[in-house]
Each structure stands twice: as C-alpha cells, then as structure tokens.
C-alpha cells in the first residue's frame, strides 16, 4: 500500500515550514493542508484535540503533533539523509539547542518586537545576548551540523526569514554583519539553500501580517 | 575504552532530577549525586550549564548534558544494552515526545498555579486544567498500555518517567489543598499507575516521601514570600 502523508499548516507558520524541509530534504512525497485558524477545519481539530494547532503530520491516517516532535518522527521513519547527527552526544546537544531557539531566542525576539518603546533597550539586550549564543555555535560551521543542512538549521530556520522582517517593521539592525558574522553568513547560506529558498512565505504578506500583529499587541498593552 | 564517569548535579526535592536518577536506576548505571544546596548555585553548575544554570546537568565523562529529557533520551541511547526506556516504534516515540511536552509545558505549570492560587475562587479556578489534563493522561494511559502496568507496557518507559517524576509533588498538592487530582474514581487506571511506579525499584528511592516534600514546599512558598540575600 502507497505511504500516505498530509501535513496540515498555514501559509505563515514558521513551525510549519521546519515539516516543509523536511520532508523536502527527505524527498517525501506529501499532501498539503492550509489551515485558517480563525476558522479552523474539523480535520485539523479531530488530529489535534490537545492544541489544535499547526502543524500536524498525519502518517498512514496517524497524527503527529509539535514541530521538533514531527521532525523526530520523520528522521525515525524514513532514514535515508539524516537530519539529527548519529552520535547520541551531538544529538542531545541538538535537542538541547532546538529548545533554547524556542523556549528562550524565540521569547526574547518577540518580546523586543512586541515591547513599548521605553521597554525596548531591555529587551534588546536579552535577545541580543540570546543572539550571541548562537553566534557561538555557528564558529568554524557553514552549518549548524557542518556542511549540510541537518535539524537545527530546521529548528533555527524561522531567524533566516522572521529576522529580517522583524527588523524592516521596527527599523532597527538586530543581527549585523559585524556583530554576529557566523550568524549573517548563517543567515545567507540558508536563505539560498536550493532545498530552502523556494518555500518561503510571501515577503510582502509576512510584514502586513506581523506589522498587524505588533500593532495589536502594543495597543492592548498600552501603558497607563 | 575509560570507564564511564557519571555524575549528576541535582537536588532531591526536582522532579527534573528524579527524572535523570529513575532513568540512570533503569540501566543500572552508577552515578556521583551532587547536591546542590537550596538558594545557591555551585560553581560546577554555573560551568556546565552556563546557558540556563538550572539542573539536571548529568556530566558523562567530563560532557555535561543539560535538560532532563534530553537526559533520559542520551541515557537510553549511551546504555542501549539495559532496558529500553523508549520505545522503538517511531510513531509511538512521537506519542511519548507529545505527552511529555505537554506535561512539562502546560500540565506541570498548571499544578504549580494550584500552589500559588490566592482565595478558593482562583484555587477552584486552577485546579480545572489539572483535571482536564489527567483526564487526557489517563485516556492516554489506556491506549498506551495496552492492559499492562506502565505506559511503557510492562515496563517503565519514557512517558512513565516523564510524568512519573511529578508524582511527589501531585501528592504534596493534593495534601495542602485538600484536593484530589489523581482520584481512584475518576482516574482509576492513573491511580492504579501512581502505586505501580512509586513502588518500583527504579523509582522508589527517588521520589521524595509527600511529608517530607511537603515540609521543602513550606520552606519554598516562605522564600518565595520573602525573598533574603
């Protein structure tokens, strides 16, 4: 029987787009489900009832939630082109740096993208100190895992696109060439990247989409 | 081949810890506990995990692992001839992965608001998610089961230590609010669970005793109060 993959996500979700990759870089044939999630199908909330978000990988009829989670499963399952190094060491180095990306690199951008402009120098040093640690990680490396693309340029992919954007919005340079030379050279590398560069998301719908976004967040948290 | 040097920064009271200590007690591991002492950070600590300066920070010959997931996963790929931790299928590694997450982004949060919840109003107002969440847990305990004790089946698994290690402090909860979150009732095949794990071998020695957790947790809502130099 032929493999059956979906992969529910939206246009925008830069957890989404880790599965395009993936699955890209595997050379997994897939079927696509854009999801509006103001509006959300009863598909997506049957496969994920816990969070109901995206994305959600549904194998053979079977749902896999959370994007690190998905990209584990896909390494699991089909093991042609690696994505996580095989060395039980560097992969819990892997896992350890995916969840700095989201749990503390990912909060400090946003925090400086959604903060009142007196809060902003604070929040810029977080995020800029957050950013220097993956400077770190990126000396001597064209990637994350060396040569090739592996799991966390996957996870750490959402800076090559959100960054620049983020700084377009607030007219500030966040990740300059001589500040953060690996991380710009990263940055480049993977933008170009022929398994990358076609599945970004339309540039000029992502700045509409987070200037709205920003400009929400900062008038309901209007200081008193 | 140097022998395995294995130690653990920890310290009794963290289900994180007891998370690296059940997983090292599986595969029989022998291990150096480094106490860290309550409302200090010790130098080793401050070297190792300089990133987050939390623990666990599990060093293996001399390379610090940091995260207690990301430990229990290396310990089971390090020690792949003890019994296996996770399971083999991908789709159920996944499963695992899911509910773990879940547990340490939502459910453990969750308990924790039930401590800190001020008047009965915002107390009845935390304990809901807990109880929605164990619900999930418990659906979640019959499918992955499959009739056995664990959710590994007939051994402890990932899941089981994921969740496991919370165990502790569900009870010192459940203690000083006067409420049951993991009920024989409601959540029959959890409660029945919750014995299983806590008396196995692996785990009995790590888990801390409620009264005495309890007695931490007063010592921990009183510096919380009135933070000192």
């Known amino acids: ?224 | 081949m140097a022998k395995d040097d294995v130690k653990l920064i920890g310290a009794w009271p963290s289900p994180f810890v007891n998370r690296a200590q059940i997983a090292l007690n599986i595969k029989s591991v022998k291990y150096e506990f480094l106490e860290e002492k309550f409302g200090s950070k010790s130098e080793l600590l401050l070297k190792s995990n300089p990133v987050h300066k939390k623990i666990p920070v599990m060093i293996h010959n001399d390379q610090p692992i940091c995260e207690s997931l990301v430990i229990v996963e290396y310990i089971d790929e390090v020690w792949s001839s003890g019994p296996s931790i996770l399971p083999s299928d991908p789709y159920d590694r996944a499963t695992g992965r899911f509910w773990a997450a879940y547990i340490d982004d939502k459910l453990f949060p969750a308990i924790r608001g039930i401590g800190t919840a001020d008047g009965e109003e915002a107390k009845k107002a935390a304990i809901e998610p807990v109880i929605e969440g164990l619900a999930y847990l418990e659906e979640e305990f019959i499918k992955s089961s499959k009739g056995k004790n664990f959710f590994g089946g007939d051994k402890i698994g990932y899941l089981d230590i994921a969740f496991g290690s919370f165990l502790g402090w569900i009870r010192v909860t459940e203690k000083m609010n006067s409420v049951k979150l993991i009920d024989e009732s409601k959540t029959p095949n959890l409660f029945k669970w919750a014995e299983k794990f806590c008396a196995d071998n692996s785990v009995k020695d790590v888990i801390p005793d409620t009264d005495k957790l309890s007695e931490f947790a007063k010592v921990l809502m009183a510096k919380l109060r009135n933070p000192q130099n």
Request: hydrophobic fraction near 40%; aromatic fraction near 12%.
């Open chain 1, 1 to 224: 029987m032929a493999e059956e993959v979906k992969l529910f996500r939206t246009w925008s979700s830069r957890y989404s787009l880790r599965i395009v990759w993936a699955l890209k870089l595997k050379g997994i044939e897939y079927e696509t489900i854009f999801e509006d999630l103001t509006n959300k199908s009863p598909s997506l909330l049957q496969y994920n009832p816990i969070h109901g978000k995206v994305p959600v990988l549904v194998h053979d009829g079977k749902p896999v939630c959370e994007s690190l989670v998905i990209l584990e499963y896909v390494d699991d399952t089909w093991k042609h082109n690696p994505l996580l190094p095989q060395d039980p060491y560097e992969k819990s180095m892997a896992r350890f740096w995916a969840n700095f990306g989201d749990d503390k690199l990912m909060k400090s951008i946003w925090q400086l993208f959604i903060a009142h402009e007196k809060d902003q120098d604070v929040a810029a040093v977080a995020a800029l100190e957050n950013l220097k640690i993956v400077e770190e990680q990126l000396k001597g490396k064209k990637f994350f895992h060396g040569e090739t693309i592996g799991y966390l340029d996957l996870a750490f992919g959402w800076i090559a696109n959100l960054v620049s954007i983020i700084e377009e919005i607030m007219s500030l340079k966040l990740v300059d060439g001589e500040r953060f030379p690996h991380l710009s050279s990263w940055i480049q590398n993977f933008m170009d990247a022929p398994v990358i560069r076609d599945c970004w998301p339309p540039r000029d719908k992502m700045i509409i989409k987070y200037q709205v976004g920003r400009e929400k967040h900062l008038a309901a948290a209007t200081p008193k």
